[in-house]
Every structure is written in C-alpha cells, then in structure tokens.
C-alpha cells in the first residue's frame, strides 16, 4: 500500500512559482502519480498525472525523480484563484480486482497572497 | 457534455437509519468510485465499480456497500449508520479507472445526528 505524505500547508504571493512535494516510498511498478485541486465545497478537479520524468500540460508540471518516491507539481506564476487544497493520487492503471487500495495524500493547502 | 451528478447534496439521518447515495457518471464512463471525505482522515477510498462489477474496495466495513446499474449509474449504501459517518461523499467517474482522470461530482454531505 503506497503512503503519501504531503506538507500540510503552503504560502506564496501572486506570480510565483509554487512547488508542492508528495512522497510515496512504497509506490508500486504499475502505479501512476496523479494530483488534483480542490475547492471548498466542490469535488477535486483533475490536474496533471504522469509515470516518470516530467509531464506539462497547460496548468502544471509534474517531476518525478527515477525513483519514483516521490512527485513534485509545480504551478507557474500563481493567482488567488489558484488557494486550494491540492491531493496526490498513487494508484495503479489497471487494476486486476483484487482489493488494492488507493492512496490520496493528506492534501496540501495553498494559500495565494495578493 | 453533462457532468457528474450526484443526489441528494444533502441529507440529515439518525444513528442506526441506512441510507443510499446515488450517483450519475458522465455519459460513456463505465468506472465509478466512491470516496469518503472527513476533516480528520482526509479523501479516503470507498469502492470502485466498473462495468455492474465491484473492481476495488478500500478499507471500510461490511456497512458500505454499493452497486452499479448497466447504465452505469451507481448507487452508495450505509446501513446502520453511525455518528462517524457523517462526511462528504464523493463520486467520480472515468473512462478505465480510478488511476486515470477521475471527475468527480460535487459530493453528498451525510449528517448522522
């Protein structure tokens, strides 16, 4: 069972960059690293996942160091819209149907000052 | 196209009362997850169904329980609620499974009183 373990919260200003950690040291050959943003009162909202190496899409990066035991989202140039809680997923792609569980991490506050 | 829907938001019962939580997944998704959020154990893994079948299952007692119809509506169950219960419940759909890109719905919030 992968356990992830992420910083409970954060502070930035306005058009940093912000790097959020999550460490999954029991991470799984067939597990993938995903991370979502959540607002209060709403379900969390896809952000950006990835294997190995490094995933960009329009929002975020995701680094993922070779031994994959732990991921890094990155969101460049930050706005106020941008204070949420944000989770990581370690969980595998195809799942056999044997009981096997997926990990969110603790989730991570960011807060977004003017 | 339409997003995930679940109903009822909101719903108060009283210890020892069962409840049923439903959920419609965005159209052609055939895996849906359900999801257990409280202040003190953050966003916790229920049970995902795909394709009618029970898929995964996290670590919750016989009390939880769920189904899925061949429309791919699925439907949450607590029996004999507890006061531990009360939590926001998630649902969220995807294509393969909850590995991939979930959406997620906007939540039930359960209060067990």
């Known amino acids: 069972l992968a356990k992830t373990t992420q910083p409970i919260s954060m502070d930035s200003y306005e058009g940093q960059e912000v790097n959020i950690t999550c460490s999954h040291n029991?991470?799984?050959?067939?597990?993938?690293i995903t991370w979502y943003q959540q607002f209060p009162s709403q379900g969390p909202r896809f952000i950006i996942q990835?294997?190995?190496t490094k995933v960009t899409n329009e929002v975020a990066s995701l680094f993922i160091p070779a031994d994959r035991k732990s991921s890094t989202l990155s969101l460049p140039r930050v706005s106020l819209s941008d204070t949420a809680v944000y989770y990581c997923l370690v969980g595998a792609l195809i799942s056999s149907g044997s009981a096997r569980q997926l990990t969110f991490g603790s989730g991570t506050q960011l807060t977004v000052l003017p | 196209k339409a997003g995930v829907t679940q109903t009822p938001r909101y719903l108060i019962k009283t210890r020892g009362q069962q409840v049923t939580l439903s959920c419609s997944p965005i159209?052609?998704?055939?895996?849906v997850s359900w999801y257990q959020q409280t202040p003190g154990q953050g966003l916790q893994f229920l049970f995902e169904y795909f394709s009618e079948t029970q898929r995964n299952k996290g670590n919750f007692p016989g009390r939880f329980s769920g189904r899925q119809f061949s429309n791919s509506r699925s439907e949450m169950n607590v029996s004999t609620l507890e006061l531990g219960d009360s939590a926001l419940y998630l649902c969220a759909s995807s294509l393969q499974g909850p590995a991939y890109e979930q959406y997620f719905g906007p939540g039930t919030r359960l209060t067990v009183t």
């Open positions: 029991n991470i799984a050959t067939n597990d993938y």
């Open positions: 990835g294997y190995k």
């Open positions: 159209s052609g998704h055939r895996s």
